[in-house]
């Protein structure tokens, strides 16, 4: 297996640790039983804990940048076709990227703590907030880093409220309403 192969499916069963058991939870030996690897395989590539948290921080940017890829004709933008795909991304996070979810918020609070993860969860966000920035430049915004900034807010707070808040799980129809009167409000044209 490939190194790069090898560090991802430690990653995501770094993920999974963390989901499950919370940050306490994340030891070498869990990461390894989780990925179904040899004791000390986790080691050799993430040498100290913090390196393990970084490890497993790094891993959870990467899906999310690579998840975050909406499937929508750039060409021709339209509200409600990013609605679409932006509600897809949001129920995707809230079910299936569940774990992944989970993770990120235990790991996000952990970056107050700690300034090296904190550089890397910042890296991340402002990727996020750059894809942001394209889709809302593209349906028209004339602010585009406040609407970005008011986009991410947005999925943010309903996919918290969804997986770690107190509100419902929304069905499909009613995160594509929420999303296009989102994209509304960050110069969407209807």
């Known amino acids: 297996m490939p190194t790069s192969a090898r560090v991802a ?19 070498h030996r869990a990461v390894d039983s989780e990925a179904g690897l040899p004791a000390g395989s986790t080691s050799y590539y993430a040498r100290t804990r913090g390196a393990l948290v970084e490890l497993t921080f790094g891993r959870i940017v990467e899906l999310d940048v690579e998840h ?8 021709a933008p339209d509200v409600d076709e990013i609605a679409l795909a932006l509600a897809d991304l949001l129920h ?4 299936a ?7 990120r918020y235990e790991l996000a609070l952990e970056a107050d703590r700690r300034p090296g993860l904190r ?10 907030r750059d894809r942001a920035a394209e889709v809302v430049v593209s349906l028209g915004s004339d602010a585009p880093r406040r609407h970005a900034a008011m986009l991410v807010a947005w ?25 296009r009167d989102m994209l509304r409000a ?3 044209r209807a």
Do not use: K, N
């Open 92 to 95: 995707h996070s809230i079910t």
């Open 119 to 128: 550089a890397v969860y910042d890296r991340g966000g402002a990727r996020l």
């Open 186 to 188: 960050c110069g969407g």
């Open 9 to 27: 499916r430690l990653g995501d069963a770094a993920i999974e640790v963390v989901a499950r058991d919370g940050l306490r939870g994340l030891t």
């Open 155 to 179: 999925f943010d707070g309903m996919l918290f409220d969804a997986v770690a808040g107190a509100g419902p799980v929304l069905t499909q129809a009613e995160l594509v309403e929420c999303a």
């Open 68 to 75: 975050t890829e909406l499937d929508v004709d750039h060409s």
């Open 97 to 103: 990227g569940r774990s992944r979810t989970l993770a």
